[in-house]
């Protein structure tokens, strides 16, 4: 067992492995030139020993995760405290639960807990057999303890959890207390992370014991949208996307469904609307709507569902041609056909009986309004109101807004709505941001709550290096700390014109995880330069790799493949 | 069903159905393309991929009971390999949540799949058979019921029947039933070759245990038949080798590595998908990381590479890697490797130099010397030793006779090779290097293994192909954006008879089905139009136009 730096660095150096030193060279490169400066002040022996000092702890940081100070959990929980102990996980481990309220009907738990330790074990093959070890060494199960009795996954419910692992006992289990199932599937997610492959033991290692972590996140709102109309996802492909979501604690998958291209979802109100899919098998059922939204669920992951109105909508047009103003003039949506609001609200009616989230998107987003002052029976329609086009995109916003209400939901518009529309804006309206960074404040001094996706820092399409992913504060400028609770939290977006099932994960990961950071981790434990994080969101990236998940390299901007040979830790 | 005498009540009445279906194989292509918005139906293509040597079909929609049960006979029915892929199929042709349960109204057409294996020999072996036919009876007076029978010599024949089944079968989105179209279904399918490889390079990029079996997963989906372990090479070594435990120390990281449980578990994994692991130490070039851990392989610290020639040591260690893969990997081929081996360091080193001279040696002597030692270790272990084609090349008289010799640098040396007597791997860079981002699906899929050989009795000596996914700028991120869908195309090619290839006009469009059909699978595959392999779509679209 290494201990103590020194013995670290020995032992770092007996393993003689060329990577350190190209760590360590990537490293130095990306330390503050402050750092230097104040090294170069201290004089060339003092120097000298500073800098012998610094590259032992940096081994000693590098070199085994399994033994270091280093801690490897993505994200950051909010309190940690760990040791330097081992132990074995049983290849019997088990999950007890006495003591909890929570009856696990649905199986919620008890899945969680078995995807759990298949992920933990799909590194390598384990061939340890713990039987053989003192019990004293290893650890036998968990135990999961949780307060509510309920299963109800929605906006703002607790997920902070405890989790404990002693060094000793008599038995040994671990321990996670939470206030919802939620709560304790975040809390193995974060033991997942603590388990690692040893190929001295040649089984699974729970490293560091005894760690005491009690953690919850800072947004309750931690969202990625998928876009499901610029090309179809295959259910595969978005279920592997939701297991990733839930490796990084995110909760709220962003169904962006339907837009201009193409309307893949089946509404059983109005049927012939997916004739707008591609072709007649890039479509989604209800069963399968329901089935990714059961699926997310199980992961603790809300599924928000949009339907952009009145732009990005004409593929609705496809099955219902008079939605649009005319012929060769196909959008935005009739705002003078009392049929486009009877189909809404039939959308939205279906939409009530799959997605039980409370918040529904209505987009509002790019309203080109061209084609209603260009078409005669909506422009005498507008003339008969006594409406310019935008009061008709106002009129448009809000009587959906009305429709979206009478079905229970709380309503998320783009930002546009709001820069335009402003105070006429339901009050419950959540104003989703993207055009730029900064607009958060101005939502949240009108009253109004925000979920910040800023395009020049949360789009996933554009090319954004994951630095700016991670320092992307949702809640910069917001200097009345009494409006913080109105930013909901923040939300990448995965936009579909240029990506499909082949490219969708390496362009989501690890950029998303950088973010996903930013909104669990407690404020003060952010890393200031991104660069402290780098090392642990590299092994973050790799471990994604090691779970099947297609993660890119941290290099670059979302897009970029391996520049050449090298380790996955490296890149 | 290559030998009549093994047929049994069973095969007898499918032998009838072929005769009859013989009859009817140029009539009856009239295959609707029930699956796209296309019209038109009769001269729409058939959406298998590869393509089976012979099959009939006809203008029957069947629908399919989500509770579909096996029923096996014959000596290997009772195979595991049967039973569990079965059930993985089942999972991927009743993917949809709503074709899971069975409606209480409906009469499905087929409820029952009968799979008759005749030979209970699991041995997966190059030249195994791997043959099979499928047969989807048609609704009659005869038969109210449909039903479903795969009846192949051996479990492996039996895996590639339950594949075409599946892209037989797909999802109705009116009804939600899962749906076989164009029955009844008469199909005779065999390999054109016997060897249809892809190769996979976890030494300039570890792979995880996941992405491999990922990888081995969609190699199935597309008939290929062995992975090409390229397992080491200059940049690391991650593999265990108990009798010389310091190689690994090449690794990267001590988290990139393979255990030999690893490795036998991807072994297994591929096994039972009846994929053959052919792994690769490539000497004596291509090994500078073996020094990491036995500095002596190297001819000096600051010339280390090629492996030094003059210490048996080297030759001890590779006997050494050899017994210890023996345990590992079945396969009867085992690759030696052998390419670009640059001698500067022998010739500059001066013990090697030394040795050279004491032996009478030029470097290339010493190549020949090295390489054939090498096979030897091979051969005396009962491999088949494969070498690249440098080694042909340099010195084609002495190779062992028993040599397979893997084409790379271009088109020709297969020719030339199985003249000599030679057996023949085919993998045409200009083509078949899936690194070559440039090689559009075009030229991937109308390379031709047998080009330039005409005589039928050399012909046989070329086993089949290979692609190659060479590794530098390929990782777990993106290696299956580059292997698919070209792969894909090689995969036809090695497959499929020539004379039942469809014409050039309906390639794409099956291709371009074949492809979603992966992304269907989870399987990440590229867009099949872009000039530049795995390059993301140009802009919004269906699946099938990109």
Known sequence: MVTSPLMCLRYCLTESNNLLLLILLQNLKERSSAEFDRMLRMGRTRLKIAYIWYLVCFFAVYCDADDANEINIWPMPVSVSFGSGNLHLSNNFELITEGSKFADASGILKEAFSRTIDIVRSSHVVELDTSKIKPSLVLKGIHVVISSPSDELQYGIDESYKLNIPAQGNPIYARIEAKTVYGALHGLQTFSQICSYSLSSRGILVHQVPWTIADQPRFSYRGLLIDTARHYQPLRVIKKIIDAMAYTKLNVLHWHIVDTQSFPLEIPSYPKLWDGSFTISERYTVADAAEIVSYAKKRGINVLAEIDVPGHAESWGFGYPSLRPSENCTGPLDVSNDFTFKLIDGILSDFSKIFKFKFVHLGGDEVDTSCWILTPHVKSWLQKQGMGDSDAYQYFVLRVQKLALSHGYEVINWEETFNEIGSKLNPQTVVHNWLAGGVAEKIVKAGLRCIVSNQDKWYLDHDIRWQDFYSNEPLENITNHQLHSRVLGGEVCMWGELIDAADIEQMVWPRAAAAAERMWTSYDKLAKDPSDVRSRLSHFRCLLNQRGVAAGPLEGLGNTRPFGPGSCYTK | ?546
């Open chain 2, 1 to 546: 069903m290559n030998s009549p005498s093994s047929f049994n009540p069973n095969s007898l009445l499918l032998a009838a159905l072929l005769l009859l279906s013989q009859l009817l194989l140029t009539t009856c292509r009239n295959l609707g393309l029930h699956q796209l918005n296309y019209d038109g139906a009769d001269d729409s293509p058939t959406y298998i991929w590869p393509l089976p040597s012979q099959y009939t079909s006809g203008n029957q929609t069947l629908t399919v009971n989500p509770n579909l049960t096996l029923f096996t006979s014959g000596n290997g029915g009772g195979s595991r390999i049967v039973s569990e892929a079965f059930d993985r199929y089942k999972r991927i042709i009743f993917e949809h949540a709503s074709s899971k349960l069975p409606s209480s109204g409906i009469d499905y057409d087929l409820d029952k799949l009968t799979i008759l294996v005749h030979s209970d020999d699991e041995e997966l072996q190059l030249g195994v058979d791997e043959s099979y036919n499928l047969l989807v009876a048609a609704r009659d007076a005869h038969s109210v019921i449909g039903e479903v029978t795969i009846e192949a010599n051996s479990v492996y024949g039996a895996l590639h029947g339950l594949e075409t089944l599946s892209q037989l079968c797909s999802f109705d989105y009116g009804t939600k039933t899962v749906k076989l179209y164009n029955a009844p279904w008469y199909i005779q399918d065999k390999p054109r070759f016997e060897y249809r490889g892809l190769l996979l390079d976890t030494s300039r990029h570890y792979l995880p245990i996941e992405i491999m079996k990922q990888v081995i997963e969609s190699m199935s989906y597309a008939k290929l038949n062995v992975l090409h372990w390229h397992i080491i090479d200059e940049q690391s070594f991650p593999l265990e080798v108990p009798s010389f435990p310091k190689l690994w120390k090449g690794a990267y990281t001590k988290w990139e590595r393979y255990t030999i449980d690893d490795a036998s578990e991807i072994v297994d994994f591929a096994k039972k998908r009846g994929i053959n692991v052919m792994a690769e130490v490539d000497v004596p070039g291509h090994a500078e990381s073996w020094g990491t851990g036995y500095p002596d392989l190297w001819p000096s610290s600051s010339c280390r590479e090629p492996l030094d020639v003059s210490k048996n040591f080297t030759f001890d260690l590779i006997s050494g890697i050899l017994s210890d893969m023996k345990k590992i990997f079945p396969f009867g081929l085992f690759h030696l490797g052998g390419d670009e081996v640059n001698t500067d360091c022998w010739t500059s080193t001066p013990h090697v130099q030394q040795w050279l001279q004491d032996h009478n040696m030029t470097a290339k002597d010493a190549y020949k010397y090295f390489v054939l030692r090498a096979q030897e270790i091979a051969i005396s272990l009962n491999w088949t030793p494969v070498n690249w084609e440098e080694t042909f090349n340099s010195f084609p008289t002495s190779l062992n006779p028993k040599t397979v010799v893997h084409n790379w640098l271009g088109a020709g040396v297969c020719p030339k090779a199985v003249a000599k007597g030679f057996r023949c791997i085919y993998s045409n860079q200009g083509f078949w290097y899936l690194d070559h981002l440039d090689v559009p699906w075009e030229l991937v899929y109308y390379a031709e293994p047998l080009e330039y050989i005409t005589d039928a009795s050399q012909q046989k000596l070329v086993l089949g192909g290979e692609v190659c996914m060479w590794g530098e700028t390929a990782d777990a991120s993106d290696v299956q954006q580059t292997i698919w869908p070209r792969a894909a195309a090689a995969a036809e090619r090695l497959w499929s008879a020539q004379e039942s290839r469809s014409s050039s006009t309906t390639v794409l469009e099956r291709l371009e089905y074949f492809r979603c059909l992966l992304t269907r699978r989870g399987v990440p595959a590229a867009p099949v139009r872009n000039f530049y392999a795995r390059s993301p779509p140009i802009g919004p679209g269906s699946c099938y136009r990109q």
